[in-house]
């Protein structure tokens, strides 16, 4: 019998590709991709993980009891990541600040928050592990499949090493208890809201790809 979140990436498999295998990522790992288009995902993806942290506090203080520390420490990794992303902005001549958001990052961290504040434990909780889940899947692949190093490589190493893969293990065995203490409308609402997670992944990978703008230059 498959636990939850093994249901959940099966039923999800035909957008998990794309989460996983875009070209955005493709090109990453050959060391084709144009500088252009990772720093737009470096800059958007900035400004992502800085509203992650309300999301994740959120998500800490309806947490119960004993997955406060846990998330304590991903509130602090998260902390750790935006060094890293300062550290590689310096080192590339990259800009990070006054660099406003694109439509797709707007919408998607408009649709964390939301899931924090006005749904369930389970179903926020299930959006953080596919989020989580799928950068872990990604720059996996990405390391599996490049043949030289990156210029990018911290970002590669960021999502793939060790201590990462176990804090999206534990999310995945955490993510399995909720469901089955939840009532069957709650598991259909998480399944709904994992592919609807999976679904940016796979849009924010297109924003940084092919650029994005708004209808009207935003100040
Ligand atoms: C993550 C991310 C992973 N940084 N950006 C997107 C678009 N999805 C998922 O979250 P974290 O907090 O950086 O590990």
Known sequence: MSTFHEELLRHAEPVWKVVREHQFLAETAAGTIPR???VRWMQQDYLFAREAIPFLAVLLARAP???RRPLGEAL?????ELELFERLAREHQVALEGVSMLP?????VQFLLATAYGRSFPEAFTVLYAAEKA????WTWVKEKQQATSPWQAFIEQWTNPAF?????WLGQTLDA????ASEATRV????LFLLTAQYEVRFWDMAWEGERWPVALP
Not at 76 to 80: D, K, Q, V
Not at 135 to 138: Q, S
Not at 165 to 169: G, L, M, P
Not at 189 to 192: I, Y
């Open 178 to 181: 909720l469901a089955e203490g």
């Open 189 to 192: 609402a998480m399944r709904e």
């Open 104 to 108: 797709t990052c707007h919408a998607y």
């Open 36 to 38: 252009e288009i990772f």
């Open 165 to 169: 893969r176990e804090y999206v293990h």
């Open 65 to 67: 009891a004993a997955l």
């Open 76 to 80: 602090a990794a998260l902390s750790r």
């Open 135 to 138: 950068y872990l899947d990604a």
